[in-house]
T-cell receptor
Framework: KQEVTQIPAALSVPEGENLVLNCSFT??????LQWFRQDPGKGLTSLLL?????REQTSGRLNASLDKSSGRSTLYIAASQPGDSATYLC??????????????FGGGTRLMVKP | KAGVTQTPRYLIKTRGQQVTLSCSPI?????VSWYQQTPGQGLQFLFE???????NKGNFPGRFSGRQFSNSRSEMNVSTLELGDSALYLC?????????????FGEGSRLTVL
């Protein structure tokens, strides 16, 4: 059974800092990994999707890497801003025939960026 | 292009009642999946529908059910509500029926069971 862990559970940084959020998964047989952002009381906003054959994806100030063999992904946020404050979730889709669109989520990292 | 739309956004029910939640996927998306989010258990997969067929089901009791219509809209139903069913229910849609598609989530339906 796939298990996804995110460390740290909470993080507080001053504005302008570069930061790294970590995600680890126990079963390396995945199709892809997706990073999401969730604001309080809201739904999930997709940030980046990394296919199993890819090593990284970039969007603006965000860069996500994937190391399948070690079961790890990192989300790098450059020059953090107060508007980046949210909970960040990673989710993996397993590589089984009927995995469909079933994602296994980590517990999330709650990020606060202080002005 | 409209995103994933979930209705109602908020609802309050009492124990023993039943509830139906609705999800309209992004136009053209044929896969719809449902997740339950609670502070204690985090995000957990409920079920997924593709072309009106349930393709996967998570580890939830039979009180949780769903269906998908020919226009890809989906509903989920929870019968005999329990206090522990209080949660944010999130719907996601995906363009493809295969495993490589990106999932897009709605704002969720927040259910409170009293």
């Amino acid at each position: 059974k796939q298990e996804v862990t995110q460390i740290p559970a909470a993080l507080s940084v001053p504005e302008g800092e570069n930061l790294v959020l970590n995600c680890s998964f126990t079963d390396s047989a995945i199709y892809n990994l997706q990073w999401f952002r969730q604001d309080p009381g809201k739904g999930l906003t997709s940030l980046l999707l990394i296919q199993s054959s890819q090593r990284e994806q970039t969007s603006g100030r965000l860069n996500a890497s994937l190391d399948k063999s070690s079961g790890r992904s990192t989300l790098y946020i450059a020059a953090s801003q107060p508007g980046d404050s949210a909970t960040y979730l990673c989710a993996v889709r397993g590589q089984v025939d009927n995995a469909g669109n079933m994602l296994t989520f980590g517990g999330g990292t709650r990020l606060m960026v202080k002005p | 292009k409209a995103g994933v739309t979930q209705t109602p956004r908020y609802l309050i029910k009492t124990r023993g009642q039943q509830v139906t939640l609705s999800c309209s996927p992004i136009s053209g998306h044929r896969s719809v999946s449902w997740y339950q989010q609670t502070p204690g258990q985090g995000l957990q997969f409920l079920f997924e529908y593709f072309s009106e067929t349930q393709r996967n089901k998570g580890n939830f009791p039979g009180r949780f059910s769903g269906r998908q219509f020919s226009n890809s809209r989906s509903e989920m139903n929870v019968s005999t509500l329990e206090l522990g069913d209080s949660a944010l229910y999130l719907c996601a849609s995906s363009l493809e029926g295969v495993n490589t598609g990106e999932l897009f989530f709605g704002e969720g339906s927040r259910l409170t069971v009293l």
